[in-house]
């Protein structure tokens, strides 16, 4: 049962954090909310972006509320999945709260390499299969600041552009081995701190 609450909460939020980033990053790049895909994520956030903005205007153009939103999704989903564990104690202390609000600024980071991924998935296709396509100008707005400065110093090999992939693997490198180690670093400070 508890292995299953766990699921539904990781999917759930998850899929909530992955919407808020979203909407963060297309108003951070200035990528237009006309296409299909940034009217899905405008109509699956309004009803709690619009509200919040009311108490979190936006900051130098930056779009406030969807960002604090995604942070407190992600303080959320990590504080029930950990009331679900025998770590319960954690709430009551501030040390271990403090590594609560780390790991939440993980999982955005995390789920903000997902998105820049899927986005240079795309893109890469894309432009073998379909350069034309409606959705590139999105794609090439989105991951442009990552690849630009990575084409700066690698040129194409053989006249193909291998910086996605490049930049593919960093950010494998990231998900698969770094977040994964303080992760678990924090939960082990958890866990030390917890019964005191």
């Not at 909530?16 to 296409?35: D, E, P, V, W």
């Not at 296709?125 to 409606?134: A, C, G, I, R, T």
Request: proline share 8%; charged share 10%; net charge positive.
């Amino acid at each position: 049962m508890v292995d299953a609450l766990h699921f539904l909460l990781r999917s759930i939020g998850g899929f909530l954090i992955l919407l808020f980033l979203a909407r963060f990053y297309l108003q951070a790049f200035k990528a237009s909310f006309r296409h299909p895909l940034g009217q899905f994520v405008l109509a699956l956030t309004n009803w709690a972006v619009l509200p919040a903005r009311r108490i979190l205007p936006p900051l130098r153009g930056y779009d406030t509320a969807s960002f604090v939103l995604a942070g407190f999704t992600a303080f959320l989903m990590h504080a029930l999945m950990l009331a679900l564990t025998p770590w319960s104690f954690v709430f009551t202390a501030p040390a271990s709260l403090l590594a609560l609000l780390v790991v939440s600024v993980l999982e955005l980071f995390k789920m903000s390499l997902y998105l820049l991924t899927a986005a240079v998935i795309g893109q890469a296709l894309m432009s073998w299969f379909s350069p034309y396509n409606p959705l590139m100008p999105l794609l090439n707005t989105l991951t442009g600041p990552f690849l630009r400065p990575l084409r700066r110093i690698i040129p194409p090999v053989g006249s193909v552009d291998i910086t996605p992939l490049i930049l593919l693997l960093v950010i494998q490198l990231f998900l698969n081995v770094l977040i994964p180690k303080l992760e678990s670093a924090i939960l082990a400070y958890v866990s030390m701190v917890g019964p005191a």
